[in-house]
C-alpha cells in the first residue's frame, strides 16, 4: 500500500475500514480528519522578499536599519553579490521599501503558502493514521506501519510517530542497530539515536539543529533506511567497515512547536527569565568554538541568538558530550536546510591561503564527490567549499566544533533542497528524491573516507 496525495488507493482503503467497522461514524474519525490545522502564530499577509545587494552602501543600509523593520532572515548571507531571503510583517514592509533596496517578492502572503502545506500535510496525516488503525484492526499493534519505508516517506511525521518510527527500526534490526541517547532537551524530551554496524571507524550524523528545517529530518531518516533496508549493495561493506551513530532530531521541542504553534520556529524552547525577554537559543550558534563571534546574535528575541554561554543548551551540550565520547570519529555530518550546499570547516571565519583545517584539500575533495554524485542521481545542483566562504559567517556551529577540536577527522555541513522556492516549506513530495540525491553524496563520502 502506497500513500499518495492524493491517493485513491489509499482512500478507497480507508473508506473499506470505516465501513467494516462496528461504527462508522464521524464520531470513529480522529480530530484531525473532521478539522483543518490551524496554528496560533498566524503569517498573514507576511512577505518573503529577496534582496539582492549590490553595493557597500547597500548592504550597509540593510545592517543598519534591520532592527528598524524586524525581518526574519530565511538565509543569513550578507555580502556584496549576495542574495538575502526574508520574512517580513506587513507592519514592517513600508520602512523596509523606504531603504530602496533592490528586492523581488516571493509571496506577499506568507500564511497562504502555509496553508497550502498544511492542507497537503493534514491529507496525508489522515490516510497515515488510517492506515495506523488499520494495522491494529488486522494484528493489534501498528508497527507494520513505521516498518513500511513506502509508506512513510510520503510525507512529514511529528515528533511522536518519528520516535515510534525510530524504534521500530531498532526493533526490527535488532542483529545490526541499537539505541543510545545523547541527553534530554529543555523539555525532557529524548535526543534519541541509532547506532547501525560494527565497524572500527565512527560516523555521526545530526539532523534538525533547526526546527523549521522538516526536509532534514526525512533525509536523516531515509540515510536510516538506506542503512537498514536499501538496495545499494555497498551497504554490507559499510556496515562492517563503520558504525554509524545518528540522531535525527535534535531539537525534539523546537521541533514539535512547529507542529502545534509556530511552523517557521528555528530555535530550542529555552524558557524566557528575567535576563532574556524571548525564548529559544539558535543551538547552532551554541557549540564551544569560536562561540559569540561572527554571525551569532547576543539579542534573545533574534534566531541567532548564542544563549548565555557556550552549551548552556541540553542539547549542544548532550550531544557534544556523546561525540567527544566516541573519542575518534571519522566523519560528522549536520543536515540543515536549505540553500542547497556542501561545506567544510570553518563557518566563523573566511579562508585564507593559510588558514582553514590543516586537511583542507582532504575535505575539499570529499565535498566535491559528494556534489558529483548528487548531480548525477538527481540532477540537482549543489555548492561546495568552506563554510565561511560559501555561504556566511556563522560561529558556534557543531562543524567548527567537531573539526575545530579534532573530535572528526572531517566534518561539514549541509544545506538540503532547495534554493528558495519551497524553501523551510519544501513539499512532501520532494522527501524522497531529496532522501536519494543526499545518500548518492554521503555514500560517495563513505567511498572515499581515509
Known sequence: MRLSIPSISLTTVVALFYLSTSCPSTEALPAPFLNKRSLPVSYTHHSVVRV????????????????????????????IGAYVD???????????????????????????????????????????????????????????????????FQGYHNFKDSQDWLNTQILNHASIASKF??????????????????????????????????????????????LLSGSDRRVAGYLKKYTFHIIPIMNPDGYEYTWTTDRLWRKNRSP??????????????????????????????????????AFSEPETAGVAQYLRSLQSVSLFIDFHSYGQYWMYPYNYAKSTKDSGPANKAYLDSLANKAVSAVKAATGTQFTSGPGGDTLYLAAGVAMDYAQGNNFANAAFTVELRDTGAEGFVLSSQKIIPSGQETWAGVAAMLDNLV
Open 272 to 309: 524566557v527569565t528575567t535576563e532574556r525577554s524571548c525564548a529559544g537559543v539558535d543551538l547552532n550558534r551554541n557549540w564551544d568554538y569560536a562561540w559569540g563571534q561572527a554571525g551569532a546574535s547576543g539579542n534573545p528575541c533574534d534566531d541567532t541568538y548564542k544563549g548565555p554561554k
Open 52 to 79: 539582492n545587494i549590490q553595493s557597500e552602501k547597500q548592504l550597509k543600509t540593510l545592517i543598519d536599519n534591520e532592527y528598524s523593520f524586524h525581518p526574519d532572515y530565511f538565509t543569513h548571507e550578507r555580502n
Open 181 to 226: 541517547s545523547a541527553g534530554k532537551s529543555v523539555e525532557s524530551r529524548d535526543l534519541a539515536g541509532i547506532k547501525i554496524g560494527s565497524g572500527s571507524k565512527k560516523i555521526v550524523i545530526i539532523g534538525l539543529q533547526h526546527a523549521r528545517e522538516w526536509i532534514a529530518t526525512s533525509v536523516v531518516q531515509y540515510i536510516i533506511d538506506q
Open 86 to 152: 526574508m520574512r517580513i510583517a506587513p507592519e514592517n514592509m513600508p520602512k523596509f521599501q523606504a531603504l530602496n533596496l533592490k528586492y523581488e517578492v516571493l509571496t506577499n502572503d506568507l500564511q497562504a503558502f502555509l496553508d497550502q502545506e498544511q492542507e497537503q500535510d493534514l491529507l496525508y496525516q489522515q490516510q497515515w493514521d488510517m492506515l495506523k488503525m488499520s494495522k491494529v484492526s488486522s494484528n493489534g499493534g501498528t508497527m507494520d506501519a513505521f516498518a513500511s519505508a513506502e509508506d512513510w
